[in-house]
């Protein structure tokens, strides 16, 4: 039974920040003993690459904010059962605290967490933070979720925010002894990154402040032209907080003020803004309510579509080789930045589904390896929304043409020149960097002469066409 005094363990995962964390306010304001850990727990360990890397960065610099505050974060690595069993018995604390997460695996391993630690006497206890509504607190009329995203949005703008901003605690009372903690460079959390790790981090912001700096500037400098601009490849219009939001480095209640009051500041870009934190508030509730979504067509009828497998085709996708220069110039970009752009994922997407007519879970589960912003909800929901077997109003094919698209979003080919060296005879820094990041087993060098398209843009239309017949079809019988 938890006393007065007993210890409370705080689990942290996907929310280290010291602002807008419930969990990490309560305990504050328990004024019980708080022990914090971080876990490289089996969720952990199943991270891609860069996704992992880029958490260990945030986890060092939460670390830090933690001390800031008299505090520290423990870590341990191990089953998150066993290790919270040890770090329990070893601090004499009666229950753990965490910020609630929505994703099946780790939906699966904290229902096991609970279930075991109720059955020996203890308790947890979950708080929101993660999403501005719980994916069972916004439903239909008819108390359905949501599978349309325009009814969503109006529910969630009609409904307003009830969440209250929490200031970051100013101290937490500290246990009278600290278990053990292990040395986060002993995790090598970058081992898988290799040579890239080097490359990406000129690109990244990492932790809280960086993320608030980040949300500032972005409301001062782009909120404005936000609605005109986020689109076009050769512009940094977006806000680029998916980074952080990814970590928890900063909460979408941040994003969601921030954007209500650039509303009523008169500032046109906010509510188109606010539309797209709530695409992601979407993706999570889709995520809750059709787990599904993560491993298996939404739609079950694509199933049973002749999707190709991974194979040489798609390593061409991968190492921005398919001949098509904007697909090529986005994924080197993702492979340099460790991120995309939106519309740039939509066409990588869209190319390897409907044109090379590739499974989405190859391009999903490289997204996962490759994306620092990778989010679990919304890397499953994009990837479905692109390849037309997710949840749709009206269900049709999309199929993007690269060479309109590049055509209307980088007018003057700054994006692709920016990325792709292999089509100009000076190539800038940005694109060279690739050659510094990519496998040294790919065998891949600047001056090597650009490939004619994997498959050219009549074939891809028919391909595609052909494809939405067989939907068609089969969504018929
Ligand atoms: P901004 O334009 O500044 O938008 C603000 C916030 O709104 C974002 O940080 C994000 O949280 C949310 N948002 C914006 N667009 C979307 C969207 N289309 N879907 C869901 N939420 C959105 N986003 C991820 O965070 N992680 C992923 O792994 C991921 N994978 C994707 C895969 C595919 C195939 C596609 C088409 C999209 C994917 N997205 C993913 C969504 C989107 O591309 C990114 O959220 C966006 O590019 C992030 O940039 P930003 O922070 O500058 O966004």
Known sequence: MPTETSPILLWCRRDLRLSDHPALTEAARSGRPVVPVFLLDEVVEGLGAAPKWRLGLGVDVFAKALESIGTRLILRRGPALRVLRELLRETGATEVWWTRQYDPDQIARDKAVKAALHDAGLEARSFPGHLLFEPWTLQTGQGKPYQIYTPFWRAALGRGVAQQRLAPPTALTTPQHWPESEDLADWQLGRAMNRGAEVVRAYIHVGEAAAQMRLATFVRDRMEGYARDRDR????????????????????????????????????????????????????????????????????????????????????????????????????????????????????????????????????????????????????????????????????????????QAETFDPEGTYRRRWLAEISDDPPETALRFFDACPRSWGMTPDQDYPAPLVGLAEGRKRALDAHEWWKTSSRT
């Not at 954007?259 to 870009?269: F, L, N």
Request: glycine letters at 6%; hydrophobic letters at 40%.
């Open 233 to 404: 490849l050769d512009l940094d219009a977006s806000s680029g907080l998916s980074e952080n939001l990814a970590y928890g480095e900063i909460s979408p209640l941040a994003l969601w003020e921030a954007g209500q009051r650039a509303m009523e500041d008169g500032k046109s870009g906010a509510e188109t803004f606010l539309k797209e934190v709530v695409w992601r508030e979407f993706a999570y509730h889709l995520l809750y309510h059709t787990p599904h979504i993560t491993q298996e067509s939404w739609r079950a009828s694509w199933e049973s579509f002749p999707w190709k497998p991974e194979s040489a085709e798609t390593l061409r996708w991968k190492q921005g080789r398919t001949g098509i220069e904007v697909v090529d110039a986005a994924m080197r970009e993702l492979y340099v930045t460790g991120r995309m752009h939106n519309r740039a994922r939509m066409l990588v997407a869209s190319y390897l589904t409907k044109h090379m007519l590739t499974h989405w879970r190859v391009g999903q589960r490289w997204f996962a390896d490759c994306l620092i912003d990778w989010d679990p909800a919304s890397n499953a929901m994009g990837w479905q929304w692109v390849a037309g077997s997710g949840p749709d109003a009206s269900p049709y094919f999309r199929i993007f043409n690269p060479q309109t």
